[in-house]
């Protein structure tokens, strides 16, 4: 099989040729680079060409591909047996890890990013007896039925669903805000005062690429909520782990957090967390039903204990100085071609705007020139750097990209921005 006649024989077998959209480059074109195999900050496709890799998995990749003590821990577990559908010792070692570096009180470990916002809304339901959620626009929190849901331009109204398929009864609960405005999320708690369960939020949004968050947003967030009575659930699945060893430290106040990616190691998790109150409320404890076959399942487990081994505090600080030294570059880079673009960069994760300015919301990342992108992320992918396959996804720094790598990609971008500049 080379790359061709794999995407020939997926093409045929799965919709749009993958198992995940944004894996089909439907919006920057050209076909999409099939990955083989993975070490270290490098993948190789198909056809034996080797890309430094941007993508990280979308999140999970923080040690890099393929760490020795990942795959050695997971091996090791796969040796034991693979699934008992019973308590072992390795979910509660993670537990104990996450514990101490977040200071959650209780987790129940689940199998998606998806499973946990959706089950922690289920929570919040069942704690507050209510059932209007709100969320921001252009926050993404997994697919379930009542998170796929739009802005209605800014405005604070009751949602429509994105996707097909979902009933308007369900979206019809979720509400939409505007990132970054207090003043929506106080408008919003003075027409309903009384019936808002929960407010779910990225605790840095970053899967419209990544929105700062302002100082006195995250302050509206962590106190009219709870003014009001409903809970606060701060999605961490990307952030969790990724800025410091633990949770981001935006939402101290959250009432329920939600974990998933880096702390799998690289194998499929989720996780929510908070107080012996709330999780109580799960079953077999509590009334609210979540369940699943495979959850904290050993090889998961011990791959996201030995990753969570690696990631002492020097390894933030290496993040920090080689994603500050691709920042850097990229900064010169657009400076020295005159491209409209931003960088936007919290920790190891960063953003490319192709736009004048850091965004504030997604009305303002919406208006970010995706062509030029799409001839960005081409540009780039003939040099041999792969990154998101979207204006709208962020690139991930792993500790295993080094400084001759950011080089490269800082060269390559240098000729991809001119490239991608409107001709
Ligand atoms: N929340 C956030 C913030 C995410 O970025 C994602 C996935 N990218 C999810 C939830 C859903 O996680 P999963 O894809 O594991 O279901």
């Known amino acids: 099989m080379n790359n061709q006649s ?6 045929a ?4 040729g993958v198992n995940s959209p944004v894996r089909s480059y439907r919006s920057v074109g050209g076909d999409p680079v099939p990955v083989a195999r993975g070490q270290g900050a490098i993948v190789e496709d198909l056809d034996g060409r080797r890309y430094i890799d941007y993508v990280g998995g979308f999140g999970p990749a923080i040690l890099g591909h393929a760490h020795p003590a990942v795959t050695a821990a997971i ?13 072992g010792p390795r979910e509660v070692a993670l537990a104990d890890a996450i514990r101490a570096a977040t200071g959650l009180e209780r987790l129940r470990f689940l199998n998606s990013g998806t499973e946990a916002t959706m089950t922690a809304i289920r929570i919040a339901r069942a704690a507050t007896g209510r059932e209007l959620v709100v969320k921001f626009d252009g926050c993404y929190h997994g697919h379930s039925d009542g998170l796929l849901v739009r802005a209605g331009s800014g405005v604070a109204t009751l949602g429509m669903s994105d996707s097909a398929g979902v009933p308007q009864a369900i979206a019809g609960l979720t ?67 990724r800025l410091t060893r633990g949770l981001s430290g935006m939402l101290p106040a959250a009432d329920l957090v939600t974990l998933g990616k880096i702390i ?36 998961v ?23 500050r030294h691709l920042e850097n570059g990229l900064q010169v880079a657009i400076k020295r071609t005159g491209a409209a673009a931003t960088v936007v960069r919290l920790g190891s994760m960063l953003s490319l705007f192709f736009l004048p300015a850091p965004p504030r919301d997604y009305t303002d990342a919406r208006r970010a ?5 799409a001839r960005f992320h081409r540009a780039m992918r003939d040099r041999g750097i792969l990154i998101p396959p979207s204006q709208f996804e962020t690139w991930f720094v792993s500790l295993a990209h080094n ?16 490239e991608a500049l409107p001709a």
């Open 6 to 11: 794999l995407r020939q024989a997926a093409a």
């Open 403 to 418: 400084e001759s790598e950011i080089d490269a990609t800082v060269r390559a971008a240098a000729e991809a921005l001119t």
């Open 75 to 87: 091996a090791e577990a796969a040796a034991e047996g693979l699934t008992f559908g019973a308590l």
């Open 264 to 299: 799998g190691g690289g194998l499929p998790i989720g996780a929510i967390g908070g107080p012996a109150a709330l999780l109580g409320l799960l079953a077999p404890e509590g009334p609210v039903y979540q369940a699943g076959t495979f959850s904290a399942n050993p090889a």
């Open 301 to 323: 487990m011990a791959a996201g204990l030995a990753t969570l081994q690696q990631l002492t505090p020097e390894a933030y600080t290496r993040l920090e100085t080689i994603a």
């Open 13 to 16: 077998l799965f919709p749009g």
């Open 175 to 241: 509400a939409v805000l505007p990132y970054n405005d207090s003043d929506a999320l106080a408008a919003w708690f003075a027409a309903h005062p009384a019936d808002t369960a929960a407010v779910i939020v990225e605790s840095v949004p970053a899967n419209v690429g990544i929105l700062r968050p302002d100082p006195a947003f995250l302050a509206a967030l962590q106190s009219l909520p709870r003014q009001h009575g409903a809970l606060l659930i701060a999605d961490e699945i990307i952030t969790g782990f």
């Open 369 to 373: 020139d995706t062509a030029a992108f």
